[in-house]
């Protein structure tokens, strides 16, 4: 945007206007939301508000903000991140640079773990490998009450991410964040104990990361997607380490990446957890496993 906007009056339904064409000319995605994201996000307003409003003048300050956040934007950097925040199964969660962006597809094992605790009696627990932002841990624990989730994350910077969304979510009683590498520090005397190991774990391989689009290479955090060499290290660690902590009939499930099905299948197989199931995601991609212990 030119550095001249800073020195004109403008009304929010201009700007709006203007940005969103300037951001369709430079091929930007989703042009008018993003246009109207990032000045709601600098007035500290809804979107609606914005035309609610439509004819009011801004200060230089706010011009001089959104013009920042727009440059950034239609540099590659994600809407998420720059307005701190992003939407999960409905609920608002904090995000920034030290954990991935929640996707869609996600909702898929969330709402499939779901499904099969719903008919236990009585309290559920819920392990979860890598708790990222926290997106898993909160879906599930908003969705069913009887739920407690206890979640590892390796980055003490994502742990305290997951944290704050918890308490943002008031789950503070019934989601917990522990910060360890894997399985290494959970009690021993939980282990038989949980109804669920679930897991969107690192799964891309170690020679991909560099293909990777520049959105998610240049911005997200790399060592939350690195499932080493052949994108499978996490889903051998569930499997040798995690499967003790579930308990008899529990279930393991997993988010994939879109090839791996027939692997972690066999890796479900070989640990001896039975009724193997694999679920596609919205573009017809197998993209999770579930099996019972």
């Not at 706010?62 to 992003?86: F, K, M």
């Not at 027939?262 to 197989?269: C, E, Y």
Request: with cysteine.
């Amino acid at each position: 945007m030119s550095r001249s906007m800073s020195l004109q009056t403008w009304k929010t339904i201009d700007l709006l206007r203007t940005t969103a064409h300037w951001l369709e000319g430079r091929g930007t995605g989703s042009a008018r939301l993003a246009a109207e994201r990032l000045l709601a996000h600098v007035l500290a307003c809804r979107r609606v508000d914005l035309y609610m409003a439509s004819e009011r003048v801004l200060a230089a300050a706010e011009i001089a903000a959104y013009r920042e956040l727009v440059r950034a934007y239609s540099g590659g950097a994600p809407l998420q991140y720059l307005v701190g925040e992003t939407e999960f199964m409905g609920h608002v969660l904090r995000t920034d640079r030290r954990a991935l962006i929640p996707r869609p597809e996600t909702e898929i094992l969330v709402e499939a773990v779901a499904k099969r605790l719903a008919p236990l009696p009585g309290p559920c627990r819920v392990l979860e490998l890598g708790a990222g932002c926290g997106a898993i841990g909160v879906a599930l624990a908003k969705m069913l009450p009887r739920v407690e989730v206890w979640s590892t994350e390796i980055r003490a910077e994502a742990a305290a991410l997951a944290r704050a969304n918890g308490r943002g979510q008031a789950l503070e009683q019934r989601l917990h964040v522990l910060v360890m590498d894997g399985f290494a520090a959970v009690a021993p005397d939980l282990e038989r104990s949980f109804d669920a190991l679930v897991s969107n774990p690192p799964y891309v391989r170690t020679d991909e990361l560099e293909d990777l689009p520049a959105l998610v290479r240049e911005h997200e955090p790399l060592a939350a997607l690195d499932g080493g060499p052949d994108g499978l290290r996490f889903y051998r660690r569930l499997c040798a380490e995690g499967l003790r902590f579930l308990a008899p009939g529990g279930t393991l499930a997993v988010e994939i990446g879109a090839s791996q099905g027939p692997a972690v299948r066999g890796l479900f197989g070989a640990a001896g957890l039975r009724d193997v199931t694999v679920l596609r995601d919205y573009a017809g991609h197998e993209r999770v496993v579930l099996g019972t212990g």
